[in-house]
């Protein structure tokens, strides 16, 4: 039973251009959103988080905005770099300090 | 600061051996998370502890698995007579109090 989907395994995008990336869940017990962003070989690295009280967070290229009725969460990155590409993943946990719960994962490519 | 250190970085073990993780979590953090990722998969919870006790170990399989953070020392993560179905990746991270942050990983190939 997967609580956290990404249902795009990949996207690709061109540089400069807007990045959206989604996610949906189904436990609604789950009130704390994060983004995460991993190289190969390398642990993931925290982008960017939401809490339930929220609708939107906004952290530079990211914003993260959250439907809550809809159970669903998506990261935009505005503009798009090569350097942001890398597999994103979408975890989530009930409270802050708490085991995640993450989806599969999306793999980004930003063409030059 | 330096980061969350996992060790060794990789692991090979033949089935039915012992494999040992260990993992220091960032300076002043309490809080520590095992995750493991199979291939073409998120990372999936095993368990938490904080100093000297497990908090939530839901994540861990029943069998052969056990995990320890000592009052002086890493965390360590055992897994006993190991088999290849426990070839993945294993991920600590460590927590102040709430964001995780996560270490390069340990990866573990069972033959």
């Known amino acids: 039973d997967q609580q956290v989907k990404q249902n795009s395994p990949s996207l690709s995008v061109q540089e400069g251009r807007i990045s959206i990336l989604n996610c949906d869940y189904t436990?609604?017990?789950?009130?704390?959103f994060l983004w995460y962003k991993k190289y190969p070989a390398e642990g993931p690295t925290f982008l960017i988080s939401i809490s339930s009280i929220k609708d939107k967070n906004e952290d530079g290229r990211f914003t993260v905005f959250l439907n809550k009725s809809a159970k669903h969460l998506s990261l935009h990155i505005v503009p798009s770099q090569p350097g942001d590409s890398a597999v994103y993943f979408c975890?989530?946990?009930?409270?802050?300090?708490?085991?995640?719960?993450f989806g599969k994962g999306t793999l980004l490519t930003v063409n030059p | 600061n330096a980061g969350v250190m996992q060790n060794p970085r990789h692991l090979v073990r033949r089935r039915g051996q012992e494999a040992r993780l260990r993992c220091s979590p960032m300076k002043g953090h309490s809080h520590v998370y095992w995750y493991r990722q199979l291939p073409e998969e998120g990372l999936k919870f095993m368990v938490y502890?904080?100093?000297?006790?497990?908090?939530?170990e839901s994540g861990m399989p029943k069998e052969r698995f056990s995990a320890e953070f000592p009052k002086e020392g890493p965390s360590i993560l055992r897994i006993q007579q190991v088999v290849r179905g426990d070839s993945a990746a294993y991920f600590c991270?460590?927590?102040?109090?709430?964001?995780?942050?996560f270490g390069p990983g340990t990866r573990l190939t069972v033959l």
């Open positions: 436990n609604s017990m789950f009130d704390y």
């Open positions: 991270a460590s927590s102040p109090l709430d964001e995780q942050f």
């Open positions: 975890a989530a946990s009930k409270g802050s300090n708490y085991k995640l719960t």
């Open positions: 502890l904080q100093k000297e006790n497990i908090i939530d």
